[in-house]
């Protein structure tokens, strides 16, 4: 079945350095896509969010990138900081509706000092 | 700054028993969602609701559970039954819209033993 899926499970990076998290999606009708960070014992928080419109969004601290192409998404942050480690998941619209997500696995971000 | 809140945050059942897990979504929000995490998993989509009816529902989402919104700000889960593999944080959502960004609650981590 069609999915979303992240491509590495952990991540580990140094504070100050940027991090590139990376996301495959299978569901070529998705026309939303959202990153999710999820702290230990806490519901997702809100990233980040781009249309299918859009190849680059940014934020504060963060960039997300989608290539429709290949179907895949990635959420840059620069200069990583201690509080950005979590787990960090896409999630994508669908399948069937705008309203449900379908989230990837999660790659877990650890910031080392 | 809104919130999703979820009650109780811990809660702990006996298989064969029926929870009722509480939500308050954001005030202005229209679109509800009950989302689960089993540990270690993925977020997984249960249901989305509005305009006072179900409007999507996953495989996972059977005749064991229904939703409900008693009045103008509660939106709750209940499991009829509860089973062993029914442990997991239950997340609870709302958007204004149906293809906006959903705003998570903090989770009730359910427990049957």
């Known amino acids: 079945g069609e999915s979303v899926g992240l491509h590495l499970p952990t991540l580990s990076v140094q504070e100050g350095d940027n991090s590139i998290i990376n996301c495959a999606y299978s569901n070529s009708a998705s026309d939303y896509f959202i990153w999710y960070k999820q702290e230990s014992g806490k519901g997702p928080q809100f990233i980040i969010d781009i249309r299918s419109n859009m190849d680059k969004r940014q934020g504060q601290r963060v960039t997300v990138l989608l290539n429709k192409t290949v179907k895949h998404l990635s959420l840059q942050i620069a200069a990583t900081q201690p509080g950005d480690s979590a787990v960090y998941f896409c999630?994508?619209?669908?399948?069937?509706?705008?309203?449900?997500?379908?989230f990837g696995s999660g790659t877990q971000l650890t910031v080392l000092p | 700054e809104p919130e999703v809140t979820q009650t109780p945050s811990h809660q702990v059942t006996q298989m064969g028993q029926e929870v009722i897990l509480r939500c308050v979504p954001i005030?202005?929000?229209?679109?509800f969602y009950w989302y689960r995490q089993i540990l270690g998993q993925k977020v997984e989509f249960l249901v989305s609701?509005?305009?006072?009816?179900?409007?999507?529902k996953s495989e996972i989402f059977d005749d064991q559970f229904s939703v409900e919104r008693p009045d103008g700000s509660n939106f709750t889960l209940k499991i009829r039954s509860t089973k062993l593999e029914d442990s997991a944080m239950y997340f609870c959502?709302?958007?204004?819209?149906?293809?906006?960004?959903?705003?998570f609650g903090q989770g009730t981590r359910l427990t049957v033993v």
């Open positions: 959502a709302s958007s204004v819209s149906g293809g906006s960004e959903a705003f």
């Open positions: 999630a994508e619209n669908g399948p069937g509706s705008a309203r449900q997500l379908t």
């Open positions: 609701f509005y305009n006072n009816e179900i409007s999507e």
């Open positions: 005030s202005n929000h229209l679109y």
